[in-house]
C-alpha cells in the first residue's frame, strides 16, 4: 500500500490570496494548449514553429487555415466555454439534482472554483458551444474548428485529473492491491485496518490524458487526408469509453451513489451520449 503524500492544495499563498494548484492546472493547461494550437497553426500555413518556410506539400492547403490571432480568440473562448461550462455543468448535474439544499444554503459554492467541483461533461457543452461560435464569427465548419482542437484538450484532462489528486477528491474504491493509496484522513483504528483506494485520478489522467493525447495528436498530424469530423469523433468515442472504463475503479459521490443496476454512475451515464454522437459523427461523415 502507498500512503497519499498529503501536498497542501495551496501552492503560493501571498497575504490573503491563495493560489491553488488546481486552478493553476488550468492555467498552464490552457496555455500549453495554446502553444500547441500555435504550432498545429504555423505548420498547416506551410511556416515552421522557427519562422523559416518547410518544404512545399500540396495537402497542406487542403486544410482550414487558422491564423495566430484567430488561434489567441480560439483559446479564448474555449477557456470560457471550459470555467462556465464546467462549473455549471457541476453545479447542474451533482448538486442542483441530487443536493439542491447545499447550493441554497450556501449559493456562494457556484463561485468556488479553487476547491475542486468541475464537470468534464459540462465543460464540453460549454466549449461545443463557445467553438459554434468562433466558427459562426470566422465563417469556419464547426468541425473544421472541433478537429483543430480535439487534440489539445487531452493536455487539460491530465494537468485536471493531477489537481483533482492534489486536492485528494474524487477517489477511487477500496482495493487491496499493491498501488492501493491511503489518503490520511481515512486512518482507522488498528483493529480495523486501514482504508485503501485505487488512484483513480492517476489512471484517468494517464488514460484521459497521455493516451488520448498521443491517439489524438499523431492520429491527427495529416487532417488533408482525413475525413471532416473524424478526429472530434475519435476524441468523443475514445474519451468516452475511457471515462465509462474508469468509473468501475472511482467511488461515486457519496450524494448520488449508483443511478441504476448497483453499477452504474453519473459519469457513464453521461459519457453514453459522447460515444452515440462519436459513431454518429463518424458514421455520417462516411457516408457523404
Sequence with gaps: MLIYPNIDPVALQIGQVKIHWYGMAYVVGIVIAWLLALYRAR???????????????SRLVKVAAFTTEEVGDLICYGAFGIILGGRLGYIFFYYLLYNFPAVLANPWLIFKLWEGGMSFHGGLIGVAIA?????????????????????????GLFLG??????NGELRGRVTDMPWGVIFPDEMVSAVAGVVARH????YEALLEGVVLFIVLWFGSADLATARRGKVTAWF???????RFFCEFFRE???F?????????TMGQLLSLPMMVLGIWIMLGRSKK
Aim: glycine share 10%; with cysteine.
Design 161 to 166: 485529473r493531477i489537481g483533482n489528486f492534489i
Design 256 to 264: 448520488i451513489g449508483f443511478i441504476a443496476f448497483s453499477w452504474l
Design 252 to 254: 461515486p459521490d457519496n
Design 199 to 202: 488512484p483513480s485520478q492517476l
Design 236 to 242: 468523443l468515442i475514445g474519451y468516452g469509453c475511457i
Design 131 to 155: 467553438l459554434w461560435l468562433f466558427a459562426k464569427k470566422t465563417k469556419k465548419h464547426w468541425l473544421d474548428v472541433a478537429d483543430f482542437v480535439a487534440p489539445l484538450v487531452p493536455v
Design 43 to 57: 505548420i498547416r500555413q506551410g511556416v515552421g514553429v522557427s519562422g523559416c518556410a518547410i518544404a512545399d506539400d
